[in-house]
Protein backbone atom coordinates (compact mmCIF):
# COMPACT_ATOMS: atom_id res chain seq x y z
CA UNK A 1 0.00 0.00 0.00
CA UNK A 2 1.06 3.99 -0.66
CA UNK A 3 0.36 5.83 2.55
CA UNK A 4 1.67 9.51 2.22
CA UNK A 5 2.61 10.53 6.26
CA UNK A 6 2.01 14.08 7.10
CA UNK A 7 3.98 15.82 10.07
CA UNK A 8 4.62 19.19 11.21
CA UNK A 9 0.69 20.18 12.95
CA UNK A 10 0.69 21.16 15.89
CA UNK A 11 -0.92 24.59 18.12
CA UNK A 12 0.09 27.93 17.28
CA UNK A 13 -0.74 31.71 18.00
CA UNK A 14 -2.24 33.67 15.15
CA UNK A 15 1.03 35.42 13.10
CA UNK A 16 2.57 32.11 13.82
CA UNK A 17 4.16 30.10 11.70
CA UNK A 18 4.09 25.84 10.66
CA UNK A 19 6.00 23.81 8.23
CA UNK A 20 4.25 20.39 7.52
CA UNK A 21 6.14 17.53 5.68
CA UNK A 22 4.49 14.97 3.70
CA UNK A 23 6.77 12.01 2.75
CA UNK A 24 5.81 9.01 -0.16
CA UNK A 25 7.36 5.89 -0.37
CA UNK A 26 6.36 3.18 -2.97
CA UNK A 27 5.76 5.77 -6.14
CA UNK A 28 7.46 7.39 -9.17
CA UNK A 29 7.21 10.48 -7.35
CA UNK A 30 7.89 13.05 -10.29
CA UNK A 31 4.77 11.48 -11.61
CA UNK A 32 2.72 12.94 -9.35
CA UNK A 33 1.67 16.16 -8.32
CA UNK A 34 1.47 16.70 -4.89
CA UNK A 35 -1.40 18.59 -3.28
CA UNK A 36 -2.23 19.90 0.36
CA UNK A 37 -5.97 20.23 1.19
CA UNK A 38 -7.45 21.17 4.46
CA UNK A 39 -10.67 20.35 5.79
CA UNK A 40 -12.42 22.65 8.50
CA UNK A 41 -15.20 21.19 11.09
CA UNK A 42 -18.58 20.92 9.54
CA UNK A 43 -16.97 22.62 6.02
CA UNK A 44 -16.11 20.61 2.85
CA UNK A 45 -12.15 19.80 1.81
CA UNK A 46 -10.68 22.64 -0.03
CA UNK A 47 -7.34 22.84 -1.77
CA UNK A 48 -4.72 24.54 -0.42
CA UNK A 49 -1.69 24.01 -2.49
CA UNK A 50 -0.43 22.12 -5.21
CA UNK A 51 3.06 21.53 -6.78
CA UNK A 52 3.55 19.36 -10.13
CA UNK A 53 7.33 18.18 -10.72
CA UNK A 54 7.29 20.76 -13.52
CA UNK A 55 5.21 23.36 -13.99
CA UNK A 56 3.21 26.10 -12.23
CA UNK A 57 1.90 26.10 -8.68
CA UNK A 58 -1.31 26.66 -7.68
CA UNK A 59 -2.50 28.24 -3.96
CA UNK A 60 -5.97 29.10 -2.58
CA UNK A 61 -6.41 32.67 -3.08
CA UNK A 62 -6.28 32.25 1.00
CA UNK A 63 -2.81 31.28 0.99
CA UNK A 64 -1.35 33.48 -1.74
CA UNK A 65 1.33 35.50 0.01
CA UNK A 66 1.33 33.37 3.32
CA UNK A 67 1.56 29.71 2.64
CA UNK A 68 4.80 28.16 0.41
CA UNK A 69 4.52 24.74 -0.85
CA UNK A 70 7.83 23.00 -2.03
CA UNK A 71 8.77 19.72 -2.93
CA UNK A 72 12.70 17.52 -2.40
CA UNK A 73 12.22 15.31 -5.39
CA UNK A 74 15.10 13.46 -3.47
CA UNK A 75 13.51 12.78 -0.63
CA UNK A 76 10.22 11.96 -1.92
CA UNK A 77 8.72 14.47 0.32
CA UNK A 78 6.75 17.97 -0.02
CA UNK A 79 6.48 20.82 2.10
CA UNK A 80 4.04 23.45 3.12
CA UNK A 81 5.46 26.28 5.01
CA UNK A 82 2.81 28.57 6.66
CA UNK A 83 3.19 32.17 7.89
CA UNK A 84 0.89 34.64 9.64
CA UNK A 85 -1.94 32.07 9.86
CA UNK A 86 -5.04 32.79 11.23
CA UNK A 87 -7.71 31.49 13.75
CA UNK A 88 -9.54 30.18 9.83
CA UNK A 89 -6.29 28.05 9.26
CA UNK A 90 -7.73 26.08 11.68
CA UNK A 91 -8.07 22.65 10.22
CA UNK A 92 -6.93 18.93 9.46
CA UNK A 93 -4.46 19.33 6.82
CA UNK A 94 -4.38 16.28 4.16
CA UNK A 95 -1.50 15.27 1.70
CA UNK A 96 -2.43 14.45 -1.87
CA UNK A 97 -0.20 12.66 -4.71
CA UNK A 98 -1.80 12.73 -7.61
CA UNK A 99 -0.68 10.40 -10.76
CA UNK A 100 -0.44 12.01 -13.98
CA UNK A 101 -0.35 9.05 -16.08
CA UNK A 102 -4.05 7.82 -14.17
CA UNK A 103 -6.29 10.11 -13.35
CA UNK A 104 -7.67 7.77 -11.44
CA UNK A 105 -4.88 6.83 -9.15
CA UNK A 106 -4.12 9.02 -6.01
CA UNK A 107 -3.18 8.53 -2.19
CA UNK A 108 -4.18 10.34 0.96
CA UNK A 109 -2.28 10.78 3.98
CA UNK A 110 -4.40 10.26 7.24
CA UNK A 111 -4.33 14.25 7.90
CA UNK A 112 -1.73 16.60 10.65
CA UNK A 113 -4.20 18.82 12.74
CA UNK A 114 -3.30 22.64 12.88
CA UNK A 115 -4.64 24.48 15.42
CA UNK A 116 -4.43 28.46 15.85
CA UNK A 117 -5.69 30.13 18.47
CA UNK A 118 -4.57 32.43 20.99
Known amino acids: QVQPVESGGGLVQPGGSLRLSCAVSGIDFRLYIMGWFRQAPGLQRELVAAIPNTGQINYADSAKGRFTISRDNAKNTVYLQMNNLKPEDTAVYYC????????????WGQGTQVTVSS
Open 96 to 107: NAASVLNTQLSY
